[in-house]
């Protein structure tokens, strides 16, 4: 628990809060003002909005323990406010509410329109309305108050300037060769694995293909040592292997995001064709979350058999706590990048050159990656093992 | 959904702060604003033991001009960029652009630094600042360092820096009194993550072009023949590199991305060349 010290519509406030308490939570809970409204608790819907220190902001995504110091004004704090009053006065006369969830925040909101914008049309009302969501009237109602309120006159601040445009245009000219660091942008190879036909709905599916400076038959026998090429894998590392079973963990790091995932799997190759599979499930008990996966891989003779493409096909589905995470791609660009590392260390091993203990690399931890991996991971193994 | 239950300390310094980070290893996340931290707390899809408040440091908020570039604390807020109380080295992009991020109920309290760390690829400062050859100044125990944008993302919510190294400012390059900018965002819904970003700056008193593609799965895209054409030939000979460009960068986007992402740059482009 942490000691705060904070008005509250002009009440000086102390209380101890747990860090994690985010400022709505200790306004309805602790004060007992439970005019701000909580939807989302992610910040997108609005409901929750307050003005702290004279700004609206979120008091979903604003702890309590960092509002020390500040000035927090609720919805119950705007009795004898003027502005306000005009407000509910014109959301009651347009019809701006109907169950009145977002009215709390949209009443913070159109303030702060009518206080700080000079003369808004309404297509800059509704965007600035735009975070503030409404269920029930389809906003025309409290737009039509807002524009209300607004039409009655007032002082506002200078709006933001909008940058005049040159019609011609900039002369052209030589650029400095400097002007623009070239970063070549490696494009990812795309396996020629086919792509099976699933009848796994909702599963991400990913290829991946890399190539090692060695025969298929030294890869095919290097890989059979699963433990080892898991080894490439960042953040991965068998536990058990009894020949086809195996049992693993990886750890991913996709930015602010890191999982430990758990799990068995099975490897299945076929030497002859130097192709093999690799499922498995795990779980990443701090999150509460499941992954299940299927690797396909396949090793491809390269320039007359001097040298192997490995081409692996991913798919894994992610359920519970992080599956949250529904921006697909941003973890698919994570499993390449952390593909991109494995190959990199694999070729490394593959050329004697990989000690065991590798680093985590650049690739920091996801969770749908985490199971990707944990999957790809175990296949590769599987593939190694043969 | 509520967090789990982390620690949390205020620092009293940056000296502090970078003292902390260090000692807590990987378990802590520094903290400004919050406003993309926060959702990922609730979600409790990130779980720190520990967060370390730099958000009233007055270091982090000077503002430091000189004759090439200005120097913006890391905890200045996108509201303060918008509403001009802080001043604009690139002919009002920066304004145009911290005007534009999310809602303003977020822009009152989100940092330009944590943003900037954060690496959301839909991030508007990423582009926008990438587009301007922007350069991010870290510290940490072990002293300071400069790192340029174009370098700064290595992925997704990834970036260089070390587990103990904190942004402390952010340093824009004055553009000249001729350059000109566009900045064109794709969203569906204002204030959402975006679809596309294309972001373009064209400076002939500098000899400087640089245009970006932003919003993509991973770092922004500097498309750089496109950038070289256009500051030889104009919006003309920069457009008709443009789908190819496109291609190139993001081979395995599905036709329609691609064709968000071509628009985005294009109508960028098109503020530039004024039409």
């Given at each position: 628990m942490k000691q705060v010290s904070l008005t509250v519509n002009g009440e000086a406030v102390t209380a101890a809060v747990e860090p994690r308490t985010h400022l709505a939570d200790f306004l309805r809970?602790?004060?007992?003002?439970?005019?701000t409204h909580l939807g989302c608790e992610q910040g997108v819907c609005g409901a929750c909005t307050v003005m702290i220190d004279g700004k609206p902001m979120r008091s979903c995504i604003t702890y309590a323990v960092a509002c020390d110091g500040s000035e927090v004004r609720t919805i119950e704090g705007f009795d004898g406010d003027p502005l306000m009053g005009r407000l509910r006065e014109a959301f009651s006369t347009h019809h701006g509410l109907q169950c009145g969830f977002c009215t709390p925040g949209m009443l913070i909101t159109s303030r702060d329109i009518a206080g700080r914008l000079?003369?808004?049309?309404e297509a800059r009302i509704r965007l600035e309305l735009s975070g503030n969501l409404c269920r029930c009237t389809g906003y025309v109602g409290i737009v039509e108050a807002v524009k209300s309120v607004l039409a009655e006159g007032r002082t506002v601040p200078a709006d933001i300037a909008v940058k005049p445009r040159r019609a011609a245009g900039p002369a052209t000219f030589e650029r400095r060769s400097d002007g623009a660091p070239s970063k070549p942008s490696p494009a990812p190879q795309q396996a020629e694995l086919a792509t099976r036909a699933t009848d796994r709905k909702n599963w991400t599916v990913l290829a991946e293909s890399f190539d090692v400076p060695h025969s298929p038959d030294d890869v095919w026998a290097l890989m059979q040592d699963v433990p080892d090429v898991a080894g490439c894998m960042p953040g991965a590392e068998v536990v058990e292997f009894d020949g086809r079973r195996l049992r693993g963990r990886v750890r991913v790091k996709f930015g602010p995001i890191s999982a430990a995932f758990e799990g068995e799997g099975t490897v299945d190759s076929d030497a002859a064709a130097k192709q093999g599979t690799i499922s498995g499930e795990g779980a990443d008990r701090r999150s509460n979350s499941r992954a299940k996966g299927l690797v396909t891989y396949r090793l491809v003779p390269e320039q007359g058999g001097r040298a192997t493409r490995v081409e692996v096909q991913v798919e894994f589905q992610l359920t519970g706590m992080l599956a949250q995470f529904s921006r697909s791609g941003l973890v698919k660009d994570f499993a390449h990048r952390l593909t991109a590392d494995f190959a990199r260390n694999l070729s490394l091993r593959l050329s004697g050159e990989g000690g065991s203990a590798l680093p985590a690399g650049e690739t920091k931890e996801v969770n749908a990656i985490a199971l990707i991996f944990s999957v790809l991971w175990r296949r590769l193994k599987s593939l190694l093992k043969g | 959904m509520k967090p789990v239950a982390f620690d949390y300390e205020r620092a009293g310094n940056l000296e502090e702060a970078v003292a902390l980070l260090r000692r807590a290893d990987a378990g802590a996340k520094l903290v400004s604003g919050?406003?993309?931290?926060g959702p990922m707390l609730n979600l409790r899809l990130v779980r720190p033991e520990l967060l370390i408040d730099v958000r009233r440091l007055q270091s982090l908020r000077r503002v430091e001009e000189s004759d090439d570039r200005i120097l913006f604390g890391a905890a200045l807020t996108h509201a303060e960029f918008e509403d001009g109380e802080v001043p604009d080295p690139t002919g009002g992009l920066m304004r145009h652009v911290a005007g534009g991020i999310a809602y303003r109920a977020v822009r009152n309290r989100g940092t330009i630094g944590g943003s900037l760390a954060h690496a959301d690829p839909a991030a508007d400062w990423l582009s926008a600042l990438t587009a301007v050859d922007a350069a991010v100044q870290v510290r940490s125990q072990a002293g300071e360092r400069v790192i340029c944008l174009s370098d700064f993302v290595l992925g997704a919510f990834t970036t260089a820096l070390a587990e103990d190294e904190m942004i402390e400012a952010v340093a824009v390059p004055r553009l000249s009194a001729a350059s000109a900018w566009g900045y064109h965002k794709i969203c569906?819904?204002?204030?959402?993550?975006?679809d596309a970003i294309g972001a373009v700056v064209v400076d002939p008193e500098r000899r400087y072009c640089r245009v970006v593609m932003g919003a993509v799965d991973g770092p922004p895209v500097l498309l750089e023949e496109m950038a070289e054409a256009l500051a030889a030939g104009g919006a003309e000979a920069g457009l008709a590199k443009l789908d190819a460009a496109v291609e190139v960068a993001l081979p395995e986007a599905a036709p329609a991305a691609r064709q968000l992402h071509a628009v985005a740059v294009r109508r960028a482009i098109g503020q530039v060349y004024g039409r």
């Open positions: 809970s602790d004060l007992g003002l439970t005019g000079d003369g808004p049309d | 919050g406003q993309s931290l569906r819904k204002a204030g959402e993550f975006a």
